[in-house]
């Protein structure tokens, strides 16, 4: 087939896309209204999902969200433990997400079971647990933490040792600034944990002047190569109020929408084509809209689970400044 005649086909197929995501967004407005919805977004969505987010924010500013909105319904675009934190902290609202099959493999790496045995051979330590963990997990829980408030966290921990789950990268991360023993599970983030060195100079070599900002799930040997290290809100802070104006991004290619969105003179080049966590992806927006318009699917959590990990929950709040 001629390649004019392939274009304009292509441009057909875009123009419809287009009209029926008009559609969708129409159609989102008017559920949203009916059903006193707020809809919150992680920065991993796909930009269609997030272009019509009331909020858009990493895993600690959407969990303290949640628990202050006066919303009926929450629906949560991100991954399933996000929507369960939210359903915990907002036990009285119904949480939504657009498909319940996006899960996360790092928060799966992780069982009662195991913490349960840990805890027994480590009878006067702390369990601080990263936010991405199954509402079970988070009920054995002294306190949970995101990456953005892990530092602070692991710093107010009393106790001369701490159990930290499930991320090995984040848990050494943090354990350089405490001088607590820390035991630290094995589990990580499929996505940041395939970034490599040898990705990382490879990028550095093809853009000199550029900065490489990295999140805290990366391995700690690409770390060490990072000008700076923070959450997915931590890094479009840093990238936006940052004299430069072109970075080497480390973490999942969602994030891109909001840097390009808070500095479109700027450039960002995303450290490896693999950083996409295609459970984040699962999502999109026909799949948003069909959540609210059925009411399904909907977040349960057992009320005696809820309760326990409601603490663990809440603590974080109040040490991080919910
Ligand atoms: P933050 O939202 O805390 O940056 O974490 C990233 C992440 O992997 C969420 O699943
Ligand atoms: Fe889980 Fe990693 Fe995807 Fe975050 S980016 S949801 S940690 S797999």
Redesign the pocket.
């Known amino acids: 087939m001629e390649a004019q005649v392939l274009e304009s086909m292509e441009a057909q197929a875009l123009e419809r896309k287009a009209e029926r995501d008009r559609e969708l967004r129409e159609r989102l407005m008017q559920l949203k209204k009916e059903r006193n919805a707020i809809i919150l977004a992680h920065y ?1 969505q796909r930009d269609e999902i997030q272009e019509v987010a009331d909020f858009r924010g990493d895993s600690f500013l959407l969990a303290q969200k949640a628990a202050t909105t006066d919303a009926d319904v929450i629906v949560f675009c991100g ?1 399933h433990f996000m929507g369960e934190s939210a359903k915990i902290l907002a036990y009285d609202k119904t949480v939504l997400v657009p498909d319940e099959r996006a899960g ?4 799966d790496m992780v069982n009662v079971e195991g913490l349960r045995e840990l805890k027994r051979k480590h009878p006067n330590a702390a369990v601080v647990t990263y936010i ?1 963990s199954s509402a079970e997990v988070k009920a054995e829980t002294d306190i949970c933490c995101t990456s953005s408030n892990a530092v602070k966290i692991i710093q107010s921990i009393d106790a001369d040792e701490i159990i930290w789950v499930p991320d090995k990268n984040l848990g050494h991360y943090v354990s350089q600034f405490t001088d607590k023993k820390m035991i630290i599970w094995e589990g990580y ?4 944990d395939m970034l490599t060195v040898k990705d990382v100079l490879e990028m550095k070599a093809k853009y000199p002047n550029a900065r490489f900002v990295a999140h805290p ?1 990366c391995r700690p040997e690409v770390l060490k190569l990072a000008d700076f290290i923070g959450s997915t809100t931590a890094i479009i802070k840093y990238c936006r109020e940052s004299d430069h104006d072109e970075f080497i991004v480390g973490t ?1 290619d969602g994030t891109g929408y909001q840097l390009r969105k808070d500095s479109p003179h700027k450039k960002f080049h995303f450290a490896s084509r693999f950083l996409v ?1 295609p ?2 992806k699962v999502n999109n927006l026909k799949k948003l809209v069909r959540c609210l318009e059925t009411m399904r699917p909907q977040i349960y959590v057992p009320p005696h689970i809820a309760e326990r990990a409601r603490i663990s929950l809440e603590r974080m709040l109040q040490v991080a400044g919910g």
Not at 104 to 107: E, F, G, L, N, V
Request: aromatic share 6%.
């Open positions: 991993y991954v996360c493999p790092m928060a991405n983030c499929n996505t940041h799930e999942e966590c459970n984040m």
